[in-house]
C-alpha cells in the first residue's frame, strides 16, 4: 500500500504513514458518472501531463534501471501531437531523482531501457500484439482505446464528461513487476483485477 | 469581621488558612489555566495542521489528475470535526477544485503557508506538494473553541475552591480547637487573675506541646506572684510595726530629753543662783571686811605717828606688826574681790599685740625687782583676740609669780615665747627660778592653795586661780611644768577662733 517511492525524503515518508488511514476510506468512494463525449480540446496536453505524473505513483523494479543515474524513459508509438506535448512537459523535470526522456518508438522496436510506453488511438490495433511484444519487460502500458485493458494494458485513458479519466489494470502491471501507488489507485475511474 | 480577627485567635487562625488555601488554588488554578489554554491552543493549531496535512497528501493525486471529485469526497471527510468550519482545495492555479462548509469567507485565492489567528476562528494555508512540484493548495477554516473551554476550567475551579475552602475550614477550625482551647483557658486564667487578684488560680494543662509548656509557665509565673504578694505583705506589715514602734520610742525620747532639758535648766538656775549668791556674798564679806580693817590699819598708823613718845620701843615694833598684817589683809581682801568681781565681768573682745602688752606689763612691775636686776627674753608672739585688761592681768600674775620665785637665784632669768598650731596658740613664760614639786601640780590653780611658805614667798594664793579663771573664761586652758629648784613654766592656751565661752 506504501505510495513512497526509496528515494522520497523521509519527511514525506511520514505523512504517507498518517495519510494510509484516510485513504482507506476514500477508496471505493468514486462516483459512477460515466457520459460520453467529444474529445476535449488540448486532451494531448492533459494526457501529457497525466502521462508525466504516472510516473511518480509507479515503482519500477531495480533492475529496470542500468543505474542510479539512468534517466526514466516514456516511450511514445503514433499519437505525434501528444509526444511534442510531452516533450515540453517533460523538460527539466525530474521523477524520483531520474531525468525524464521522451523516446519516439516504433512498433516492434526493441523496448530496452523504456519505463512507460504510450500507444496512441492510431496504433489501438497493435494493443493486441503487446503481448508479445513486451514479453516480461517492466514496462507500464497506457493506451487510449477502449477495452484495451482486456487486452493486455494496464492504464487506459477514458474520457468522461469532457474530462480526462483513466482505468487501471491492476494485475496486468503486477505481472510484469510493477507496483502502482494506491493513491493512483484512488483517482482511478475503474480498477480492475488484482486485490487493491 | 475585622475588629474580630482583631480580638480572637481562632479568627485569625481560620482567616490564615482559608487565605493560605485560597491563594495556593488560585495560583495553582491561575498557572494550569494558562498552561492548559497555551496547550489546547496549539494542539489546536497542531491539529489544524495535520488536517491540512493528510488532506494535501490525499487530495494530491486528485489534483495532479484532475480529479476534482476525489478531492470532494476527501473534504466531506471533515463531517467528522464539527469544530472544521470551511474547507478549501485549490488547484496549481489558485482556483479552487473543491469546497466544504460555510465558504462566504472563503478567500478567492491561496495564501502562502502559514497559521493565522482571527478573533475565535485559525485559519490555515497548506501547500500541496507531489513530486517536488506544488499541485495545489489546502485551506481551512476551524473554530477556535477558546471560551467554552475556559468558561469550563473556571467552573471547575470555582467548584474546587469552593469545596477546598469548605474542607480547609471545617479542618482548621477541629484542629483549631485542640490549639486555642489550651490558650482560651489560660487567657481566662490572665483576665481572671487580673480582675480578682487572685493569685491561687490554676490552668489545667491538656497538652504536651509549646502550649502545654506557656501553661506551665504561667501556672508557675502565678505561684511566684502569689509568693511575692504574700512576701510583700508579711513585709509591708513588719515595716509598719517596727514604724510604729520606732515612733514610740522617738515619742519617749522626746519626752525624756524635754525632762532633761527641764531639769538641766532648772539645775543650771539653780546654780547659777547659787553661784551669784555666793559671788555676791563673798563680794559683800571682803567689801565688808574692808571698812574695819581700815579702822585697824588707820588707828594703828595713828598711834605709831601721834604717840611715838608714849610708846616703849617693844610696844612700837608690836603697833608695826599690827599695821603690816593689816596692810596684807587689806591686800588679801582686794584680790578676793577681784577674783569674785570676774565672774560677774563681761570680756570685751578685741585685737592684741601680745608683744607690746607684756612690755608693759614688765615695766609696770619694775619696783619689784628694784633690788636685783632680772633678765626677759620675750620670743616672736602672736596677736590674741581678748580682753586688754583681763589678758593684762594673766601677764602680770606669771610675771611677778616668775620674779618672785627666781629671787633665790644669782642670775634670775625669765623666758616668754608661743608656739602655735591650726587651733590654738600656746603662750608661756619661764623662770629659772625655785621651781615646785609636780606631785602637788594640780593644786598650783586653786584658790588659796600655796606650794612654798608665804614668809619665803609672800602672797595671797589668789594669782593663779584668777589667770586659769581669765583663760578659761577666752576658751583656753592653764597647766605648768617644773621640779623642784629646776624652775618652772606656765602655759595658757587661747583658741585662734575666739569663742565666747562663759564660766
Same mark, same amino acid.
Given at each position: 500500500?506504501? =505510495?513512497?517511492?526509496?528515494?522520497?525524503?523521509?519527511?514525506?515518508?511520514?505523512?504517507?504513514?498518517?495519510?494510509?488511514? $484516510?485513504?482507506?476510506?476514500?477508496?471505493?468512494?468514486?462516483?459512477?458518472?460515466?457520459?460520453?463525449?467529444?474529445?476535449?480540446?488540448?486532451?494531448?496536453?492533459?494526457?501529457? =501531463?497525466?502521462?508525466?505524473?504516472?510516473?511518480?505513483? %509507479?515503482?519500477?523494479? =531495480?533492475?529496470?534501471?542500468?543505474?542510479?543515474?539512468?534517466?526514466?524513459?516514456?516511450? #511514445?508509438?503514433?499519437?505525434?501531437?501528444?509526444?511534442?506535448?510531452?516533450?515540453?512537459?517533460?523538460?527539466?523535470?525530474?521523477?524520483?531523482?531520474?531525468? %525524464? @526522456?521522451?523516446?519516439?518508438?516504433?512498433?516492434?522496436?526493441?523496448?530496452?531501457?523504456?519505463?512507460?510506453?504510450?500507444?496512441?488511438?492510431?496504433?489501438?490495433?497493435?494493443?493486441?500484439? $503487446?503481448?508479445?511484444?513486451?514479453?516480461?519487460?517492466?514496462?507500464?502500458?497506457?493506451?487510449?482505446?477502449?477495452?484495451?485493458?482486456?487486452?493486455?494494458?494496464?492504464?487506459?485513458?477514458?474520457?468522461?464528461?469532457?474530462?480526462?479519466?483513466?482505468?487501471?489494470?491492476?494485475?496486468?502491471?503486477?505481472?510484469?513487476?510493477?507496483?502502482?501507488?494506491?493513491?493512483?489507485?484512488?483517482?482511478?475511474?475503474?480498477?480492475?483485477?488484482?486485490?487493491? | 469581621?475585622?475588629?474580630?480577627?482583631?480580638?480572637?485567635?481562632?479568627?485569625?487562625?481560620?482567616?490564615?488558612?482559608?487565605?493560605?488555601?485560597?491563594?495556593?488554588l488560585a495560583v495553582a488554578g491561575t498557572a494550569l489555566l494558562v498552561y492548559d489554554l497555551r496547550t489546547y491552543r496549539?494542539q489546536?493549531?497542531?491539529?489544524?495542521?495535520?488536517?491540512?496535512?493528510?488532506?494535501?497528501?490525499?487530495?494530491?493525486?486528485?489534483?495532479?489528475?484532475?480529479?476534482?471529485?476525489?478531492?470532494?469526497?476527501?473534504?466531506?471527510?471533515?463531517?467528522?470535526?464539527?469544530?472544521?468550519?470551511?474547507?478549501?482545495?485549490?488547484?496549481?492555479?489558485?482556483?479552487?477544485?473543491?469546497?466544504?462548509?460555510? *465558504?462566504?469567507?472563503?478567500?478567492?485565492?491561496?495564501?502562502?503557508?502559514?497559521?493565522?489567528?482571527?478573533?475565535?476562528?485559525?485559519?490555515?494555508?497548506?501547500?500541496?506538494?507531489?513530486?517536488?512540484?506544488?499541485?495545489?493548495?489546502?485551506?481551512?477554516?476551524?473554530?477556535?473553541e477558546l471560551m467554552p473551554r475556559l468558561i469550563d476550567y473556571l467552573s471547575i475551579l470555582g467548584v474546587v475552591m469552593v469545596?477546598?475552602?469548605?474542607?480547609?475550614?471545617?479542618?482548621?477550625?477541629?484542629?483549631?480547637?485542640?490549639?486555642?482551647?489550651?490558650?482560651?483557658?489560660?487567657?481566662?486564667?490572665?483576665?481572671?487573675?487580673?480582675?480578682?487578684?487572685?493569685?491561687?488560680?490554676?490552668?489545667?494543662?491538656?497538652?504536651?506541646?509549646?502550649?502545654?509548656?506557656?501553661?506551665?509557665?504561667?501556672?508557675?509565673?502565678?505561684?511566684?506572684?502569689?509568693?511575692?504578694?504574700?512576701?510583700? @505583705?508579711?513585709?509591708?506589715?513588719? $515595716?509598719?510595726?517596727?514604724?510604729?514602734?520606732?515612733?514610740?520610742?522617738? +515619742?519617749?525620747?522626746?519626752?525624756?530629753? #524635754?525632762?532633761?532639758?527641764?531639769?538641766?535648766?532648772?539645775?543650771?538656775?539653780?546654780?547659777?543662783?547659787?553661784?551669784?549668791?555666793?559671788?555676791?556674798?563673798?563680794?559683800?564679806?571682803?567689801?565688808?571686811?574692808?571698812?574695819?580693817?581700815?579702822?585697824?590699819?588707820?588707828?594703828?598708823?595713828?598711834?605709831?605717828?601721834?604717840?611715838?613718845?608714849?610708846?616703849?620701843?617693844?610696844?612700837?615694833?608690836?603697833?608695826?606688826?599690827?599695821?603690816?598684817?593689816?596692810?596684807?589683809?587689806?591686800?588679801?581682801?582686794?584680790? $578676793?574681790?577681784?577674783?569674785?568681781?570676774?565672774?560677774?565681768?563681761?570680756?570685751?573682745?578685741?585685737?592684741?599685740?601680745?608683744?607690746?602688752?607684756?612690755?608693759?606689763?614688765?615695766?609696770?612691775?619694775?619696783?619689784?625687782?628694784? +633690788?636685783?636686776?632680772?633678765?626677759?627674753?620675750?620670743?616672736?608672739?602672736?596677736?590674741?583676740?581678748?580682753?586688754?585688761?583681763?589678758?593684762?592681768?594673766?601677764?602680770?600674775?606669771?610675771?611677778?609669780?616668775?620674779?618672785?620665785?627666781?629671787?633665790?637665784?644669782?642670775?634670775?632669768?625669765?623666758?616668754?615665747?608661743?608656739?602655735?598650731?591650726?587651733?590654738?596658740?600656746?603662750?608661756?613664760?619661764?623662770?629659772?627660778?625655785?621651781?615646785?614639786?609636780?606631785?602637788?601640780? +594640780?593644786?598650783?590653780?586653786?584658790?588659796?592653795?600655796?606650794?612654798?611658805?608665804?614668809?619665803?614667798?609672800?602672797?595671797?594664793?589668789?594669782?593663779?586661780?584668777?589667770?586659769?579663771?581669765?583663760?578659761?573664761?577666752?576658751?583656753?586652758?592653764?597647766?605648768?611644768?617644773?621640779?623642784? *629648784?629646776?624652775?618652772?613654766?606656765?602655759?595658757?592656751?587661747?583658741?585662734?577662733? =575666739?569663742?565666747?565661752?562663759?564660766?
Open positions: 500500500m506504501d =505510495a513512497v517511492t526509496p528515494t522520497r525524503p523521509a519527511r514525506l515518508r511520514l505523512r504517507a504513514l498518517v495519510w494510509a488511514g $484516510l485513504t482507506g476510506l476514500l477508496i471505493g468512494s468514486g462516483v459512477e458518472c460515466r457520459a460520453q463525449a467529444e474529445p476535449a480540446a488540448g486532451e494531448h496536453a492533459v494526457k501529457a =501531463a497525466f502521462l508525466y505524473r504516472f510516473a511518480g505513483y %509507479v515503482d519500477w523494479p =531495480a533492475s529496470a534501471f542500468a543505474g542510479a543515474a539512468a534517466p526514466l524513459t516514456i516511450g #511514445v508509438v503514433g499519437a505525434e501531437p501528444l509526444r511534442t506535448e510531452l516533450q515540453e512537459v517533460v523538460r527539466g523535470r525530474v521523477v524520483a531523482d531520474r531525468s %525524464v @526522456e521522451v523516446r519516439k518508438l516504433a512498433p516492434g522496436e526493441p523496448l530496452a531501457g523504456v519505463h512507460i510506453l504510450f500507444l496512441g488511438r492510431a496504433e489501438a490495433g497493435r494493443v493486441g500484439a $503487446l503481448r508479445s511484444w513486451l514479453q516480461d519487460a517492466p514496462v507500464l502500458i497506457v493506451t487510449e482505446a477502449d477495452g484495451a485493458l482486456a487486452q493486455g494494458s494496464m492504464i487506459n485513458f477514458v474520457v468522461l464528461d469532457r474530462r480526462v479519466r483513466f482505468e487501471i489494470a491492476l494485475d496486468a502491471a503486477e505481472k510484469h513487476g510493477l507496483r502502482l501507488s494506491s493513491r493512483l489507485l484512488a483517482v482511478a475511474q475503474k480498477v480492475t483485477g488484482g486485490t487493491p | 469581621m475585622l475588629p474580630r480577627v482583631r480580638r480572637s485567635i481562632r479568627s485569625k487562625f481560620l482567616l490564615v488558612v482559608l487565605v493560605a488555601t485560597f491563594s495556593a496549539q489546536w493549531i497542531d491539529d489544524l495542521l495535520t488536517q491540512a496535512e493528510i488532506l494535501g497528501r490525499a487530495s494530491a493525486p486528485a489534483l495532479a489528475f484532475d480529479d476534482p471529485k476525489s478531492a470532494h469526497d476527501n473534504l466531506a471527510l471533515l463531517k467528522a470535526r464539527p469544530g472544521i468550519r470551511t474547507g478549501i482545495i485549490y488547484n496549481a492555479r489558485g482556483k479552487p477544485v473543491a469546497r466544504y462548509g460555510d *465558504d462566504t469567507q472563503a478567500p478567492g485565492l491561496p495564501e502562502s503557508d502559514g497559521v493565522r489567528v482571527q478573533g475565535s476562528e485559525l485559519v490555515v494555508f497548506k501547500r500541496i506538494v507531489e513530486n517536488d512540484e506544488i499541485v495545489g493548495t489546502v485551506y481551512l477554516r476551524a473554530h477556535h469545596l477546598s475552602l469548605g474542607v480547609a475550614a471545617a479542618m482548621s477550625m477541629w484542629l483549631q480547637a485542640a490549639l486555642t482551647r489550651p490558650i482560651l483557658a489560660v487567657t481566662r486564667a490572665a483576665r481572671e487573675v487580673m480582675e480578682r487578684r487572685d493569685f491561687s488560680l490554676r490552668v489545667h494543662k491538656n497538652t504536651e506541646d509549646e502550649v502545654g509548656y506557656l501553661v506551665d509557665a504561667f501556672n508557675a509565673m502565678l505561684a511566684e506572684l502569689g509568693r511575692r504578694a504574700e512576701a510583700l @505583705e508579711a513585709s509591708n506589715r513588719s $515595716l509598719a510595726n517596727e514604724m510604729a514602734e520606732r515612733e514610740r520610742a522617738d +515619742d519617749e525620747l522626746r519626752t525624756l530629753n #524635754v525632762e532633761l532639758e527641764h531639769r538641766v535648766a532648772d539645775r543650771t538656775a539653780q546654780f547659777e543662783a547659787a553661784n551669784k549668791e555666793l559671788e555676791g556674798f563673798s563680794y559683800s564679806v571682803s567689801h565688808d571686811l574692808r571698812a574695819p580693817l581700815r579702822g585697824v590699819v588707820g588707828f594703828a598708823e595713828a598711834l605709831l605717828e601721834d604717840h611715838a613718845d608714849e610708846l616703849s620701843t617693844e610696844a612700837q615694833r608690836k603697833l608695826g606688826v599690827v599695821r603690816h598684817e593689816g596692810h596684807r589683809m587689806g591686800v588679801l581682801i582686794n584680790d $578676793l574681790l577681784a577674783f569674785s568681781r570676774l565672774g560677774r565681768k563681761a570680756v570685751q573682745r578685741g585685737e592684741l599685740d601680745m608683744a607690746a602688752l607684756v612690755r608693759s606689763t614688765w615695766s609696770g612691775l619694775a619696783s619689784e625687782r628694784e +633690788d636685783r636686776p632680772v633678765e626677759l627674753q620675750v620670743g616672736s608672739l602672736p596677736a590674741a583676740s581678748g580682753d586688754r585688761v583681763l589678758l593684762g592681768q594673766v601677764w602680770v600674775n606669771l610675771l611677778s609669780n616668775a620674779v618672785k620665785f627666781s629671787r633665790g637665784r644669782s642670775r634670775p632669768q625669765i623666758w616668754v615665747d608661743a608656739i602655735s598650731d591650726t587651733k590654738e596658740v600656746i603662750y608661756f613664760v619661764r623662770d629659772n627660778g625655785a621651781g615646785f614639786n609636780p606631785t602637788y601640780q +594640780d593644786k598650783l590653780f586653786g584658790v588659796f592653795q600655796r606650794l612654798h611658805d608665804a614668809n619665803e614667798f609672800p602672797g595671797t594664793g589668789v594669782g593663779l586661780a584668777l589667770v586659769q579663771r581669765i583663760v578659761n573664761r577666752h576658751g583656753g586652758r592653764v597647766w605648768a611644768e617644773g621640779a623642784v *629648784d629646776k624652775g618652772a613654766t606656765f602655759y595658757f592656751s587661747l583658741p585662734k577662733e =575666739a569663742m565666747d565661752g562663759t564660766v
